[in-house]
């Protein structure tokens, strides 16, 4: 553990009054820490299932014991599935490929936009800044899922279904993302470093990527999380948008296979379904995992703006 | 002087004055202003293409009817009166607003009772639990869905025979009758990790001396937390109710998805989102579901403004 880190967690324990001080009955803390043993069992219970499941046979999905292994151990026969069109539906690694795409094309960009583009509003004032920036603001009240249909009928005009331009360019849309990123400039990046590097000579370009830059990391990385995994988890708008579903990305690739599976007969779809939704899930726990140190305070801020 | 007048135009109050006096403004500050347009944009060029023109061409749309015979011709706010008439939209729009009565209240409780006791440290381990709770967050809907609607499965779900084991025959979770329920479960394991970090952060910020002048005085536990803690936070908590609320106005991923498990059960007007998708897209009569997501956007919206509001008045207030 490095030095930083181990400084904080100790700051930590400092903060936190000491529980003997509450004068709480004995037997407490132990009732207390069952009862967040029973709220996290709730919580693993439909994650257990699915990687338990993953290992087995259609069969033995409908008849073993759910929360127990069955042999035979299928897991490698069903991942090779995955790579495979096994009802004429299509092909999960090539969805979840074109997860990886939109969320990384349509979050980067949501990212650097945001970030251009709340550092322009947090230093600068210009004429009708103040116009714009109350459009953007009003663009943090409108849902996503209600601007899924309204874009479907201008791509209907313009040729934009079924292009991935469709799907991308909106995931870089965050209204959120600017006003995170606006809120991080104007509290982190003091004006006298700005304005020293302005004396100097220096453009406001160069100022920009030099020095504000780089102080912004932090926020940047909460925006590109958040965008991230809003992108990776959209729904609706890729299923209104995409009639082709070489397009689709894993949400709607899993969504039609479930209204199929019923009815695939030998396509044997549940076993796909499970481990494919399992597949799905894990690069977000590990962003989370990996990125955690930024969400925590990204969160609050983000749900302050909302 | 030349260096301190550069010094003083960059902050705002001090740009506004020199903006009232226009000829003194500085072909210097001008060309700043301009550098700030170039920041912003690129995103303005997006956000117009991608939010405001959909937004305003679906308005536009949802003026217009399209008749087998006559063609599409502009007809008002005909749209928005059969939305406003229609039975099934506001059946919809009042099983959302039920679920979102039960569902958050609910939640609500969990998510504060766990971000007491951690906030607090009288349970073992929160730090790893914290971890836990908020693993849900990072689960796309459609996958929480399918997990879900796998537990629950009416012909081999796990949950159904452990119903069937307890002697209730025939007991099905995914049924008219249970379906609201059953979602309502699912939306509590969904958000209550995320609803109980903001709750947490928000406890920490609570100032320590406080709390320490209550132990000195004796207070029990439960007074602290009810009687300082709790309202410390109350403005986190309103606005978390707030956005909740927003959320509950869109179901739609967990409905659609469950349906596949047990079909017939979801209608095409069961939430107004779904409302909006089958008439617009399924039925293809754009114009009307365009009329009806105005109407569901003015909705969400007013629950907007109202937050905003109650919240300034208790800044003023306080």
């Known amino acids: 553990m490095n030095e930083s880190r181990r400084l904080e967690r100790l700051a930590e324990r400092d903060a936190v009054i000491p529980v003997e001080l509450y004068g709480l009955k004995r037997g407490t803390v132990t009732v207390l820490t069952a009862c967040c043993v029973l709220f996290a069992v709730f919580t693993l ?28 151990f299928e897991f490698f026969h069903t991942f090779a599935n995955l790579f495979r069109d096994v009802d004429g539906d299509g092909t999960y690694s090539n969805w979840f490929l074109n997860t990886v795409l939109y969320a990384a094309v349509g979050g980067g960009g949501a990212t650097v936009l945001s970030a251009l583009g709340g550092y322009g509003f947090a230093r600068y004032r210009f004429t009708g800044s103040q116009l714009l920036f109350g459009a953007v603001i009003a663009g943090l009240l409108v849902p996503v899922t209600l601007v899924a249909v309204p874009l479907y009928l201008v791509y209907a005009k313009v040729h934009l279904i079924n292009s991935i331009w469709g799907m991308i360019l909106p995931s870089m849309v965050s209204p959120i993302g600017l006003y995170l990123m606006r809120t991080y400039v104007t509290l982190s990046i003091p004006r006298e470093l700005t304005d020293a590097a302005r004396i100097d000579g220096a453009g406001e370009l160069r100022i920009f990527f030099k020095i504000a830059l780089p102080l912004m990391v932090p926020g940047l990385m909460t925006v590109l999380l958040l965008s991230v995994v809003a992108t990776w988890n959209n729904y609706i708008l890729p ?57 925590r305070s990204g969160l609050l801020l983000g749900s302050v703006a909302n | 002087m030349s260096l301190s007048n550069t010094t003083v135009a960059e902050t705002g109050q001090a740009n506004a004055a020199v903006r009232k006096s226009a000829p003194r403004r500085s072909a210097y500050a001008r060309r700043r202003g301009r550098s700030g347009l170039v920041f912003v944009t690129p995103f303005m060029i997006i956000f117009t293409l991608f939010m405001i023109v959909p937004l305003a061409y679906a308005i536009d749309q949802s003026l217009y009817s399209t008749k087998l015979i006559g063609g599409t011709s502009f007809s008002g706010f005909a749209n928005y009166a059969s939305v406003l008439q229609s039975g099934p939209f506001w059946g919809g729009v009042i099983r959302v607003v039920i679920f979102g009565a039960i569902q958050i209240p609910v939640m609500l409780a969990i998510a504060t009772f766990f971000a007491t006791i951690f906030d607090l440290g009288v349970a073992k381990g929160g730090r790893f639990f914290r971890a836990i709770y908020f693993v849900p967050f990072a689960v796309p809907i459609v996958v929480s869905s399918l997990m879900w609607g796998f537990l629950f499965d009416p012909m081999y779900g796990p949950f159904n025979r452990f119903m069937t084991a307890l002697g209730f025959h025939n007991f099905n979770w995914l049924s008219s009758a249970l379906m609201l329920p059953t979602i309502i479960i699912i939306a509590i394991w969904e958000w209550t990790g995320y609803n109980c970090i903001i709750l947490y952060t928000a406890l920490k910020s609570v100032p320590r001396d406080v709390v320490e002048a209550a132990i000195l005085d004796d207070t029990p536990l439960w007074k602290i937390v009810l009687r300082i803690k709790l309202p410390m936070v109350r403005p986190a908590l309103i606005m978390l109710v707030f956005i909740n609320m927003i959320g509950a106005m869109q179901l739609f991923v967990e409905p659609t998805i469950l349906n596949t498990y047990q079909p017939g059960v979801i209608t095409d007007t069961w939430t107004p989102v779904i409302d909006i998708y089958s008439t617009s897209i399924s039925n293809g009569e754009y114009q009307l579901g365009a009329a009806m997501a105005v109407v569901l956007a003015i909705i969400i919206v007013a629950i907007s403004v109202a937050s905003l509001a109650f919240r300034n008045r208790r800044r003023e207030l306080g």
């Open chain 1, 45 to 72: 219970i439909p994650l257990a299932w699915v990687i338990i499941n993953s290992t087995k046979t259609q069969a033995n999905i409908f008849q073993s014991f759910g929360f127990w292994f069955a042999s035979p």
């Open chain 1, 239 to 295: 299923l209104i948008i995409f009639s082709n579903n070489n397009l689709y990305p894993a949400t709607v690739g899993l969504g039609l296979w479930s209204q199929h599976a019923t009815t695939s007969g030998d396509a044997n779809l549940y076993p796909l379904l499970v481990l494919g939704g399992l597949v799905t899930i894990i690069p977000m726990i590990a962003l989370f995992a990996l990125l955690s140190r930024y969400w």
